[in-house]
């Protein structure tokens, strides 16, 4: 592995005993090249392996199962912005709307933890505290209050933001319209207990430092293995508009994960759905032929069958991303992260609105 000092920003809250140091206060800078560690580390304070970093510049705003996925299923959107950001040229904007049945999301991926110390750090802005807002750590349990689910939740509600520890919401501050705070979070997991720091945007104190707090469930030993950033979360009255950036999640022991062999994936999705998973009749045989001619080396023949077995009325998730495979491997880029876009949504704004 590299040996990286990241950013100050990236480096501002280290946690030692019952204690916690602060580095750095934060400061949104202007554009700025982004580099993504992969372990990070200061003199006598504690190393991270780096599991997932977002700062949603260039490559790294792509979707896919081992970064992130978008939904937007009505009128909610996610999507780039350069309007506010933490660093770098962008961040991502979430913008829900109130009475369309649903709520917009950004949701992440990274390898599964048990076990072991967890840093988490992001910053995030929004322009109305009045409105409803959720940010989470989750595991395989998904997003609720049990065991492998929900371990920390934000909520910001009514100018109000709170931390949900042992079930119950807790006041932290009152939010300040258009600033960035920035969120450093160390999580025990088999202790069920974390230290957290909030830093106002050009502050030198934290306005929060906590340690030895139960996490949401209280739950020893319980698994994380992805986040999420959403609006409200059912009662559909949120409007809320707010910004997310620099996202960085890191375990406390040597971590060696694979290189991403194509856009938002460490494996190929011919890999994660096996050929025994096609179905029967012609479908199945179509895409049974389609894994062979991709995994022998030739995607042109496998997109064919690919194509066959959509047209015969294969399961169209697992079609359309190995079609992206067969894409990526024959160098049509544009087609790959359209397909894949398809089933982990995009970034980008629709195209029939402009641009940043």
Known sequence: MIRSASRGRLLAAWFAGAGLAVATAPTAVPAAESHAPERIEQEDEPLFSVLAYHDFDGARADTGPDTFRVWETTRG???????FRWSGDVAVEIRDAAGD???????????????GRLFVHFAFLVTDPAEPFNVALAGPGHFGLRRDGIAFWL??????????SDGIPKPLVELAPFTW????????LGAG???????EEGLEEPAIALTAQPTATGAPGSGVDKFSFVGDTGEDVSRVVYYVDDI???ADVPVDLPPFKAPGRRRLFVEMFPAAQGGEGAAGDAQRAGDAALLAGDPATA?????CALEAGGAPTPLLLKLADACFLL??????KALRERIYGSLDPPPDEPGE
Do not use: C, N, W
């Open 248 to 250: 960085l999640i890191g």
């Open 193 to 199: 207990h974390y230290d957290l720091a909030l830093h």
């Open 101 to 115: 049945g649903d709520f917009p999301e950004l949701q992440g991926y990274f390898d599964k933890r048990a076990a």
């Open 155 to 164: 909520q910001g509600r009514d100018g109000v933001l709170r931390h949900v």
């Open 303 to 307: 997109y064919d069958h690919y194509q």
């Open 331 to 336: 160098g049509d880029l544009p087609a790959e």
């Open 181 to 188: 705070y920035q969120v450093d979070l160390l999580i025990d």
């Open 77 to 83: 959107r996610v999507e780039r912005s350069t309007l």
